[in-house]
């Protein structure tokens, strides 16, 4: 019953190549997020969706593009992968704000060759 | 550019004693700070919230907020080797939805 949950949680991949990565939540939150954290550790928003409403739209490369199909679901589809994009890419849920707590999921380690 | 700092560390501690965390941040409008744990290969986890001034405790841990100061820090009290790891400092960003980390002090408790 795990409450935040991402697939895959490694990819390695070519440059060039287009990638999807998942998230689900079951914890019937509103707020859904996903995260950048580079080699240094440093955790950067990319992304934020409300009710399946885009409302963070970090300075994000346009090869990167979120989809919410519905409030317990957050796709990430990366274009045309660079190797600046090898990271860990976290997912995250919430629900109201802003006292409310993240919770995160396992996390996708990303490589690109 | 709003920003949430930290001292990288590592921030090395003997078992039993007392570790302290530090953050600075510079949003006057933030409301809400957190603490977040993250070990290695893994995904960070809450410890502490705190949103008003003073003191907020939860078993061995103690947030401090300072609203003025711009400063929140973290206390550890009985420092056990499991509670070696990176400690992040989280903050609300004042009108967006979403927090601003630090970039994470990792702590190491000798046995």
């Known amino acids: 019953d795990t409450a935040v949950s991402q697939t895959p949680k490694y990819l390695v991949t070519q440059m060039g190549n287009d990638k999807s990565i998942k998230c689900e939540q079951n914890l019937g939150h509103d707020t859904m997020y996903w995260y950048k954290q580079d080699s240094k550790k440093f955790l950067k928003i990319m992304f934020s969706y409300n009710n399946k409403e885009l409302i963070i739209n970090e300075t994000v490369p346009n090869r990167f593009s979120p989809k919410s199909p519905d409030k317990a679901h957050l796709n990430l589809h990366i274009n045309s992968l660079e190797l600046g994009d090898s990271a860990v890419y976290f997912c995250?849920?919430?629900?109201?704000?802003?006292?409310?707590?993240?919770?995160f999921g396992p996390g996708t380690r990303l490589l690109v060759l | 550019q709003k920003e949430v700092e930290q001292n990288s560390g590592p921030l090395s501690v003997p078992e039993g004693a007392i570790a302290s965390l530090n953050c600075t941040y510079s949003d006057r409008g933030s409301q809400s700070f957190f603490w977040y744990r993250q070990y290695s290969g893994k995904s960070p986890e809450l410890i502490m919230s705190?949103?008003?001034?003073g003191d907020k405790e939860d078993g061995r841990f103690t947030a401090q907020l300072n609203k003025a100061s711009q400063y929140v820090s973290l206390l550890i009290r009985d420092s056990q080797p499991s509670d070696s790891a990176t400690y992040l400092c989280?903050?609300?960003?004042?009108?967006?939805?979403?927090?601003?980390f630090g970039s994470g002090t990792r702590l190491q408790v000798q046995p």
């Open positions: 705190i949103y008003s001034n």
């Open positions: 989280a903050v609300t960003d004042t009108g967006r939805r979403a927090l601003t």
């Open positions: 995250a849920s919430s629900q109201g704000w802003p006292q409310e707590t993240q919770y």
